[in-house]
């Protein structure tokens, strides 16, 4: 009786969670036109500090607190703000952030596996959110994300910032449009050339913890490990190596993954796959990053099959388009490519007229950042859903996630949307983090 209990409760959760798509759940305060949001940063490396750059150029928004537990990155984002016209004190514990009763909402840019747990905390602090994608490494993690925005009626956007671009609005307008035709195929790849030797400790690096970065504090919830200058690797000279490691991401399918299936979400009302298979092996790089140098994967939705490749080892641009990085969607009447870039409908008639928005001919389609953090401040005022709301970045985060799985395990993954699960029962325990002590993920 007490299984079926909690069986039954955890299914209404599910379904309270999944509700955000089509109702408004939102209430609570609502800021006046003249009000400015003050918001606090979490993680002020590549991204944060890219973030607070972007938050200063929204009128309404006030920075009003920085924290990281790295120095060098504290100060620097001080040195930012300062230059903006802002004197703010730095902060290395993320909690006192979350207590401050002054915040109206918070920025989280920190390594992947510290999303939830922030997100989740800052909710219940009665802060709004703007966190940066993937929204999870595991799977039960973004389930709780979702749960915790609705519990405590937050506004939570992700930064899945393309939503925000014109070029990825222009795609979801032609999908809408039906002009496309009947869609049986898409197709999202990345490609790139990296060194054989991958990463290794910077030059300039002293062997050993820094003394100016509190290990502990950046591992959280993660297992205890020594520190790693690789698994580390967020100092300003290279991009975070962070990612290429199980234990705090997802390496290039949540990175960049995300970033190429999350469109195809946007233009097809935030379905989910019901099946995955995905191989991918360390053919190329040589240094100890978990993580694949190459990788495809299929994902078979309810009326087409969309793949994802990953290709770092050769840079080639697919389709003769000049684009290393795309999303692109075939249907019988044409296809459309999307990126950063811009936007393209090729029709399959050869004789028919093709079209073009692209960063030349249409430059005010380009801009994605600094949109997106209007939309979220407009939202903190109006209560309404962010274009990104969470939900949308979870379901395309645990797209990721469970091709992840299906690689590592080397086996197919069925998805059960009712349940928020996978029906591969070996696979089930995969899908729950496990927290270090004394951090707990409680709604």
Not at 326 to 347: D, L, Q
Not at 422 to 440: E, F, G, I, M
Request: charged share 25%; hydrophobic share 35%; proline share 5%.
């Amino acid at each position: 009786m007490q299984q079926q209990n909690t069986n039954t409760t955890r299914r209404k959760a599910i379904a309270a969670a999944g509700a955000a798509l089509t109702t408004n759940l939102f209430t609570g305060r609502v800021k006046g036109a003249n009000d400015r949001v003050a918001v606090g940063f979490i993680g002020l490396g590549a991204m944060g500090g890219g973030n607070l750059r972007y938050a200063m150029q929204v009128p309404d928004l006030q920075p009003a607190a920085l924290c990281d537990v790295y120095e060098p990155h504290l100060e620097a984002a001080v040195s930012v703000a300062k230059k903006g016209g802002y004197t703010i004190q730095g902060k290395r514990d993320f909690r006192e952030i979350l207590a401050d009763k002054s915040l109206d909402a918070v920025c989280i840019s920190t390594p992947d596996h510290w999303h939830p747990y922030m997100t989740v905390e800052a909710c219940k602090a009665g802060k709004d959110v703007y966190v940066e994608k993937p929204a999870s490494v595991y799977v039960d993690e973004g389930q709780k994300m979702v749960q915790a925005a609705r519990k405590y009626k937050r506004i939570v956007q992700a930064g899945t910032m393309q939503r925000s671009g014109g070029f990825f609005q222009k795609a979801k307008e032609i999908v809408k449009s039906g002009a496309l035709g009947e869609v049986t195929f898409v197709h999202c790849f990345q490609s790139g050339m990296t060194k054989k030797e991958g990463f290794t400790m910077m030059k300039d690096a002293k062997p050993g913890l820094p003394s100016d970065l509190n290990w502990d504090m950046w591992l959280g919830p993660a297992p205890k490990v020594e520190f790693d200058d690789l698994r580390w690797g967020v100092k300003v000279e290279r991009f975070p190596t962070f990612r290429y490691f199980w234990d705090y991401a997802g390496g290039a399918m949540t990175d960049w993954g995300v970033h190429l299936i999350d469109p195809l979400h946007q233009c097809f009302d935030e379905q989910m796959p019901v099946s995955i298979v995905a191989l991918g092996e360390k053919f190329y790089v040589t240094d100890k990053r978990d993580t694949p140098d190459t990788m495809m994967a299929t994902f078979e939705y309810p009326k087409f099959l969309s793949t994802y490749e990953s290709r770092t080892a050769n840079p080639l641009p697919m389709f003769g388009m000049n684009q290393g990085a795309a999303t692109m969607i075939h249907g019988s009447e044409a296809s459309m490519m999307v990126s950063r870039s811009g936007c393209w409908f090729i029709p399959n008639d050869p004789k028919a007229e093709k079209k073009t928005w692209d960063r030349q001919s249409n430059p005010e389609m380009v801009a994605m950042n600094v949109p997106h953090w209007k939309n979220w401040v407009e939202c903190i005022k109006s209560r309404q859903a962010p274009t990104s709301e969470i939900e949308t970045c979870v379901r395309s985060s645990t797209t990721c996630i469970l091709a992840n799985l299906s690689m590592r395990f080397k086996t197919r993954i069925d998805w059960d949307e009712k349940n928020w699960t996978v029906k591969q029962k070996d696979v089930q325990p995969h899908l729950k983090a496990k927290y270090r002590s004394p951090w707990k993920l409680e709604v």
